[in-house]
């Protein structure tokens, strides 16, 4: 069984940072797309950064510069984000699927936003100005 447990949620003040962590846990395949999305109350999910297995990345261009998407060994996938800003307030959640996809559409239409097989339960991230 899939299991996603993000962690590192918060409140920080407009300017400070957190880093996201998301632990992935029985996943059975070999390449992944993993990605970050985010929802605001009364806001639709948006995806904010993707990555595939060979490394690529894309990025939401409200986020470009300020977010970044990684992993480790363990499995573990996390978004380090610099500079949060008040609109960055949402409830934050990872998400892994091995079906092929065009990232930069994840992370630029509304194409596929719920289209994942696995998702985390969602951490709070509140920006105060």
């Known amino acids: 069984q899939v299991q996603l447990v993000e962690s590192g949620g918060g409140s920080v003040q407009a300017g400070g940072s957190l880093r996201l962590s998301c632990a992935i846990s029985?996943?059975?395949?070999?390449?992944?797309?993993m990605a970050w999305f985010r929802q605001a109350p009364g806001k639709e999910r948006e995806g904010v950064a993707v990555m595939y297995t060979d490394g690529s990345t894309a990025y939401r261009e409200s986020v470009k510069g300020r977010f970044t998407i990684s992993r480790d060994s363990a499995k573990t996938l996390y978004l380090q984000m610099n500079s949060l800003k008040p609109e960055d307030t949402a409830m934050y959640y990872c998400?892994?699927?091995?079906?092929?996809?065009?990232?930069?559409?994840?992370?630029?239409?509304?194409?596929?936003?719920?289209?994942?097989?696995?998702w985390g339960q969602g951490t709070q991230v509140t920006v105060s100005s």
């Open positions: 998400a892994v699927d091995p079906r092929p996809r065009d990232i930069e559409r994840v992370v630029s239409t509304r194409e596929g936003r719920f289209d994942w097989y696995h």
């Open positions: 029985g996943y059975p395949h070999i390449s992944a797309y």
